[in-house]
């Protein structure tokens, strides 16, 4: 069998989707697999080195791509354009010998557009995230109102796009939010399997465990600097925190000089970093000073900063809300409810006292964060519970041919 692997982007340094078509492209090549991945032309570059040539196909931009990209709000059609020219491109080979796989993006509404007589699964779908009720001042007009017709819509699409009813798996990272979503898409119920969203690379494992009570009571942040990434209400939590405690930054973005002026304004500079991107290979090393992990994300999908700590032994402290909720336990995370601002920055800095005058529960974190990374995340783990559901998609292909022939 022949595994075509089709994501909009696939790079170390396109984001946290990107990273995984990469790795999972990757994982497969070292297993013996026979996969190709289909991706952009403006993925070439970063994908130098990473990948064969000869295991990429790139898709360029279509008339009808350049268009959207030119004209004031098309661009969010580019995506559905994109798979236009997959499906043009997939129906290249035969039908009997590959399955197509669509990995990213994650959204149910994605309109992937598969060739007819093709077997292809598609996820893992982590959509259906938005703001907790006590943070919809967030979020922006475009936003509040993809909220309010996400249901119609999706029923709508349903009725048009049979993309669901006809793939053999629809893989499935958003638990129940997702599901519910692609139930009101039409997906039937039994096509569903729940898999992790993404895998971790051996090296995270590799390294010794972080033992967090021997770190000092510094803490960290990761990731780009806009509203629905809670760094403010991280900085605000501090204020509230003993004087031993600090905070570091990691990453860039719109929002920077609103948290650096939030800073000064708080009489913080003495105990905040900003410390710009952290490049990947440098994660396991530059968080493994650290106590914990501070991750008040208001609409994460997953969070493979969260697995990723979780693999090296650092403590995360993350919202119960969305993607982190379902990587970890009450043993394994210290999470802090979603109610409200006030509420998040008392309780964020409540769960830094805690951890800054208990280290011992900063080990604990530590050790049943490992355990279960070890036990659930490695990239050969996950890579093979997608790869196995186009495996039987394919199987179920060769059984049916044969019955057929027999007939």
């Not at 925190?241 to 990691?250: F, G, M």
């Not at 995360?316 to 109610?339: I, K, Q, Y």
């Not at 186009?390 to 057929?404: F, N, P, V, Y």
Request: with cysteine; glycine share 8%.
């Amino acid at each position: 069998m022949k595994l075509l692997v089709v994501s909009t982007n696939a790079a170390q340094t396109m984001g946290g989707e990107a990273m995984k078509a990469l790795q999972y492209m990757q994982q497969l090549l070292a297993d013996g697999r026979d996969a190709t991945l289909i991706t952009h032309e403006r993925c070439r570059d970063a994908l130098a080195g990473e990948l064969p040539a000869d295991r990429v196909i790139y898709v360029r931009d279509s008339a009808m791509m350049k268009t959207c990209w030119r004209t004031p709000g098309l661009a969010r059609f580019v995506n559905g354009f994109f798979h236009v020219e997959v499906a043009r491109i997939c129906r290249g080979f035969d039908p009997a010998q590959v399955v197509i796989h669509y990995l990213c993006p994650i959204s149910p509404v994605e309109q992937r557009f598969p060739p007819k007589g093709y077997r292809y699964v598609i996820g893992p779908l982590s959509g259906n995230i938005f703001y907790p009720q006590g943070f919809q001042h967030l979020a922006e007009k475009s936003l509040r109102l993809q909220q309010r017709i996400y249901r119609p819509l999706q029923k709508a699409l349903g009725l048009v796009s049979r993309q669901f009813v006809r793939a053999d798996t629809v893989l499935v990272s958003g638990y129940v939010r997702t599901r519910e979503a692609l139930g009101w898409a039409g997906c039937p119920e039994a096509r569903m399997r729940d898999v992790w969203d993404a895998g971790l690379s051996d090296d995270l494992f590799a390294r010794p465990r972080v033992c967090p009570a021997e770190n000092p009571a510094h803490f960290v942040w990761i990731g780009r600097m806009v509203p629905y990434k809670g760094a403010d209400l991280a900085i605000r939590a501090l204020s509230q925190a003993p004087q031993e405690a600090r905070l570091t930054l990691y990453g860039d973005g719109p929002q920077r000089a609103a948290l650096e002026a939030l800073v000064r304004d708080l009489g913080l500079s003495e105990r905040v970093t900003f410390a710009g991107w952290l490049a990947h290979e440098d994660l396991s090393q530059e968080l493994g000073q650290y106590r914990a992990l501070l991750f008040p994300s208001l609409k994460e999908a997953n969070g493979i900063i969260v697995q990723e700590c979780m693999a090296i032994g650092l403590p995360v402290v993350p919202l119960r809300w969305g993607g982190p909720l379902g990587l970890a336990t009450d043993e394994e995370a210290l999470f802090v409810e979603a109610h409200d601002p006030a509420q998040v920055v008392r309780d964020l800095a409540a769960a830094i006292v805690e951890l800054t005058q208990q280290p011992e529960r900063a080990e604990a974190l530590s050790k049943a964060a490992r355990i279960k990374a070890e036990a659930a995340f490695p990239w050969a783990q996950v890579a093979q519970s997608w790869y196995a559901a186009a495996l039987a998609a394919h199987d179920a292909h060769d059984q049916g041919a044969k019955r057929s022939a027999g007939g």
